[in-house]
């Protein structure tokens, strides 16, 4: 209760207040917290900001355990050679959490050692930071204590069997091969159920994960597909930005995943990840032309540009689909052999894309394309996918004028699936733009870093390291001065 007390006074310092006054309820009618305005914010405002409870670097290159930095040297720890830091102070600060994970990960085998993912550490870390907090070692906040922790809902009975388990086998993992006997196994899956739908993945200005946190106020804050507010990292630190007016009053909602989906892919990672379907305004259009497009099937006629649907309604149980133009129909067999040649593909071309071998895996994704093509309707979700990949992989290998072409045939799905102030747009019109640019073509260049520039200001702030070299170098071509560009 005096912790609740405590955190409702935080929260009021910051124009914020967690409320239960309009309750909402999760289909098993547990009653979820929501954080509301006390306040007016305005668009590009900054809502709060916290640090997480426990964080974990999930990087393959080496970065910082304390600040998540990775440029400079970085020094590794020289006990359990997992842990990488970018200096004696970080280390230091470190250190009371670091020394018992890093004696339990010591004395294991280096075949345990690989057992030991990012997932794992996460939890042993919540573990060791709970009991340091109840033993007075380490102290407590109004945002940053265990009470938090132990409030979330973990979900645990709308978890697969198989998903338990694997949580079951991971915590004895932890109990005996880390050697931490006062690990309650039972208490241990229900944290590894916590970690699942509370934790965010900590991601920088280009959306590529960094790390993985647990933010226990950030965690109140409820989803929409059309958030009014974003969550965005400086190295672990989470600031929440307002993308959109909120008025006082108003419920701050964020967005648990990509938006740049189409409504059948957000809900299914909704109701998998975080077990809720979305009623918000834009999933209530999933019928609609413009979203059905970005989900659908090329039509085979080579005249036609129109998509196939079901005939009895999109995403039925029928098995023959229709295109809305010429009539033409598609059974699901032949989409199924269409499948068929695109998995082992991605497959490959995952694999050498993580291995470093980037021409091999241009190769490859430019096979899926013709796959895709061949299944999906250009302006589909699935080709974007593809092509965004094939984006970043011909800037890699230097050929700029096929990466822009390649960027160029996004653009339009991105605009038909990401609105307002969304970050993955900005990134976006950044990239178009300096792609522009570099080829000469100043006039589109300009018109598309001005567009990145209005939204990444608002989504980042205009102190993000990128956002003033973009705002800096913009104002410098619109004074006339040569620019950075």
């Known amino acids: 209760?005096?912790?609740?007390?405590?955190?409702?006074?935080?929260?009021?310092?910051?124009?914020?207040?967690?409320?239960?006054?309009?309750?909402?309820?999760?289909?098993?009618?547990?009653?979820?917290?929501?954080?509301?305005?006390?306040?007016?914010?305005?668009?590009?405002?900054?809502?709060?900001?916290?640090?997480?409870?426990?964080?974990?670097?999930?990087?393959?290159?080496?970065?910082?355990?304390?600040?998540?930095?990775?440029?400079?040297?970085?020094?590794?720890?020289?006990?359990?050679n997992i842990v990488w830091y970018c200096g004696a102070e970080c280390q230091r600060l470190d250190w009371k959490l670091h020394k018992v994970e890093c004696r339990a990960i010591s004395r294991l085998e280096k075949k345990w050692q690989e057992l030991v993912t990012p997932e794992i550490r996460l939890l042993v870390k919540l573990f060791i930071r709970t009991k340091l907090q109840r033993d007075k070692v380490i102290p407590t906040t109004p945002i940053d204590n265990f009470n938090l922790v132990e409030a979330m809902i973990s979900h645990q009975s709308d978890m697969e069997t198989e998903?338990?388990?694997?949580?079951?086998?991971?915590?004895?993992?932890?109990?005996?091969?880390?050697?931490?006997?006062?690990?309650?196994?039972?208490?241990?899956?229900?944290?590894?159920?916590?970690?699942?739908?509370?934790?965010?993945?900590?991601?920088?200005?280009?959306?590529e994960q960094l790390g993985i946190g647990l933010y226990p106020v950030m965690s109140i804050i409820n989803h929409s597909c059309l958030p009014n507010a974003v969550l965005v990292f400086e190295g672990k630190l989470a600031v929440l930005r307002a993308i959109a007016p909120v008025d006082e009053g108003d419920e701050v909602l964020i967005s648990y995943i990509d938006l740049g989906r189409t409504t059948r892919f957000r809900q299914d990672d909704l109701?998998?990840?975080?077990?809720?379907?979305?009623?918000?305004?834009?999933?209530?259009?999933?019928?609609?032309?413009?979203?059905?497009?970005?989900?659908?099937?090329g039509?085979?006629?080579?005249?036609?540009?129109?998509?196939?649907?079901?005939?009895?309604?999109?995403y039925s149980s029928d098995q023959k689909l229709e295109c809305n133009k010429c009539g033409l129909v598609r059974t699901s067999e032949a989409e199924k052999r269409a499948k068929g040649k695109i998995d082992p593909l991605l497959a490959k071309g995952r694999s050498d894309f993580s291995s470093g071998y980037f021409r091999e895996?241009?190769?490859?994704?430019?096979?899926?394309?013709?796959?895709?093509?061949?299944?999906?309707?250009?302006?589909?979700?699935?080709?974007?996918?593809?092509?965004?990949?094939?984006?970043?992989?011909?800037?890699?290998?230097?050929?700029?004028?096929?990466?822009?072409?390649?960027?160029?045939?996004?653009t339009p799905v991105h605009q038909r699936l990401l609105?307002?102030?969304?970050?993955?747009?900005?990134?976006?019109?950044?990239?178009?733009?300096?792609?522009?640019?570099?080829k000469g073509n100043k006039e589109d260049a300009l018109n598309y870093l001005i567009r990145a520039g209005d939204i990444l200001e608002i989504t980042h702030g205009t102190n993000f390291p990128l956002v003033k070299e973009l705002l800096i170098n913009l104002a410098k071509e619109q004074e006339g001065h040569p620019s950075g560009f």
């Open 1 to 80: 209760m005096e912790d609740d007390l405590e955190l409702q006074r935080f929260l009021k310092a910051e124009g914020l207040t967690v409320s239960s006054v309009l309750p909402k309820f999760d289909y098993n009618g547990e009653c979820m917290r929501c954080l509301f305005a006390t306040r007016d914010f305005i668009t590009g405002e900054v809502i709060m900001r916290e640090e997480p409870y426990v964080c974990i670097p999930t990087s393959s290159d080496p970065v910082c355990q304390r600040c998540f930095k990775s440029d400079g040297t970085l020094l590794r720890c020289a006990s359990c």
């Open 163 to 207: 998903k338990l388990v694997e949580y079951m086998t991971k915590a004895q993992i932890v109990k005996q091969r880390l050697q931490q006997p006062e690990l309650d196994q039972d208490e241990a899956v229900n944290n590894f159920c916590k970690l699942s739908c509370n934790a965010h993945a900590i991601v920088d200005i280009e959306m």
């Open 271 to 297: 109701n998998g990840k975080y077990h809720f379907t979305c009623s918000c305004p834009r999933c209530c259009k999933f019928a609609k032309i413009d979203d059905q497009i970005l989900d659908a099937l």
């Open 299 to 314: 039509c085979k006629n080579g005249k036609c540009d129109g998509f196939l649907v079901d005939k009895y309604g999109f």
């Open 361 to 410: 895996a241009l190769s490859t994704y430019k096979r899926v394309e013709e796959a895709t093509l061949d299944l999906f309707h250009p302006s589909s979700f699935s080709v974007m996918i593809v092509r965004n990949l094939l984006t970043k992989l011909y800037m890699k290998t230097g050929d700029i004028q096929a990466a822009l072409e390649c960027c160029r045939l996004t």
């Open 419 to 438: 609105q307002g102030h969304d970050p993955v747009l900005g990134r976006h019109y950044y990239t178009r733009g300096m792609l522009e640019w570099v």
